[in-house]
Every structure is written in C-alpha cells, then in structure tokens.
C-alpha cells in the first residue's frame, strides 16, 4: 500500500478525530476505565480539538493517508511546549504522533517522525519535546529509537484520573 504523508488543511479535522479517537481507544481499552476513555476522546480527539488547532498559525499537523480511498492512518501535531521541565525559546512540542496499529512497524510513524522534525526545524526549533504515558511500551520503544531521552515527569489528566507519564526530548541536527 502507498501512503501519503502531508500537512493538513482546515478540512481534515475530523479525519483527525477519528483516527484520535480509534488510536486513543487501541492503546488504552482495557488500561483505563470506560468513563475516562470516552470523556477523553469527546473533548481531547473531538472535531472541535483539532479546528482550534488548525487554524492556530503556532500548531502545525501532518496526516498520514492511504493513497488508495485517502483513509488517515496517522497523523503528527507540533504546538507550543506545555512541559514541566525547564524549556528554551527554540523548543517545540511534538503534542500528538498517533498511527492506527495495524500500520505499526512499516516505516509510515518514523515517516511522520521526520516530517515533524523537519516542520519544527523550520519553526526554528532545536530541541523536540513530547509527553508519553510511562507504561506505554511500544511508544516507549518507537522513541527510543527517533533518538528520544528523558528529559523529567508530568501528570496527566483522563477523565477523572490523573496518570504518571513521562517528558523525552531529542535535540534537532542544524
């Protein structure tokens, strides 16, 4: 299959949502209670979400989609740093890299990966930061090998719950 990977337009917000949503809820059904998951994915991986973050000019998406029928697999969003570590005037966040699972492992995440480092070095950026829940191994795993390191700790709010992730950070080349 050929995939295409390119930077939204105004009208991809609910190609967004819905991989938001069906990623949110592949990750972590069974992990997290019900009523965190859904209250989580109205508000976070809603429509609304991702229009806000569209027309912001400091957020910038990529999707990933099949060029066959155009379905989204994935998707990638840089936006300002809202970390708890120490952060510099040429950092970025990258705030979501979502993939649906069945497309994990062929290259589709490092490709929107690069395209996000690519973007943010554009914006300046030196340094990229994300959040990660701490007991998601796989993401763990994809961004150890992106080059990513711990760089501190956050609580991050589900639903009702709050949870344990972690902040890793990966310097930009020049």
């Not at 993939?99 to 929107?112: D, M």
């Not at 763990?140 to 719950?161: D, I, L, S, W």
Request: with cysteine.
């Amino acid at each position: 299959m050929e995939v295409t990977v390119r930077p939204c337009e105004a009208n991809d917000a609910a190609a967004l949502a819905l991989v938001g949503q069906a990623t949110f809820l592949e990750t972590y059904a069974g992990a997290l209670p019900k009523p965190d998951i859904l209250a989580h994915c109205r508000v976070e991986h809603g429509e609304a979400r991702y229009a806000e973050w569209l027309a912001d000019p400091r957020y910038a998406i990529w999707i990933a989609e099949s060029d066959e029928g155009r379905a989204p697999l994935g998707y990638a969003v840089l936006s300002p740093p809202d970390l708890p570590v120490p952060l510099a005037e040429d950092d970025i966040e990258l705030k979501r890299i979502y993939l649906l699972h069945r497309f994990h492992g062929v290259g589709i995440g490092a490709r929107l990966m690069a395209a996000a480092a690519a973007g943010a070095r554009d914006r300046g950026a030196r340094r990229l930061l994300l959040g990660v829940f701490g007991g998601n191994v796989l993401a763990m795993a994809f961004y150890a090998r992106q080059g990513f390191v711990q760089a501190g700790e956050r609580k991050f709010r589900v639903g009702a719950n709050e949870y344990d992730d972690l902040v890793l950070a990966r310097t930009l080349p020049a």
